[in-house]
Nanobody, 123 residues
């Protein structure tokens, strides 16, 4: 009964910021990777950011590097995505993902997913 629940999405103007949260339950992911993916209409689900179990290693898509920051709090079994300087092209449904393995940027390696939260950036 593993559950990942995202929150924090919404409507924001270009240049603004949002902070997404993902709360996991049913299993502890302190020794596994967590990440964020997003999917815009008509496009494949794409990698955004990932973080290792300890939080010691982070990875970002080139499109968000320097603007987004991924973090995690293993005491809360949660991960976060701070999104700054948002652009209209960031508009998508953002999904929290987790796995009981090493960090990876491929969506095919994650087997636990949240239901997604909508992020809309207006121009």
């Amino acid at each position: 009964q593993v559950q990942l629940v995202e929150s924090g999405g919404g409507l924001v103007q270009a240049g603004g910021s949002l902070r997404l949260s993902c709360a996991a339950s049913g299993r502890t992911f302190s020794n596994g990777a967590m990440g964020w993916f997003r999917q815009a209409p008509g496009k494949e689900r794409e990698f955004v950011a990932a973080i290792s179990g300890s939080g010691g290693s982070t990875y970002y898509a080139d499109s968000v590097k320097g603007r987004f920051t991924i973090s995690r709090d293993n005491a809360k079994n949660a991960e976060y995505l701070q999104m700054n300087m948002l652009k209209p092209e960031d508009t998508a449904v953002y999904y929290c993902a987790a796995r009981l393995g090493i960090v990876t940027t491929s969506r095919y390696n994650y087997n636990y997913w949240g239901q997604g939260t909508q992020v809309t950036v207006s121009s």
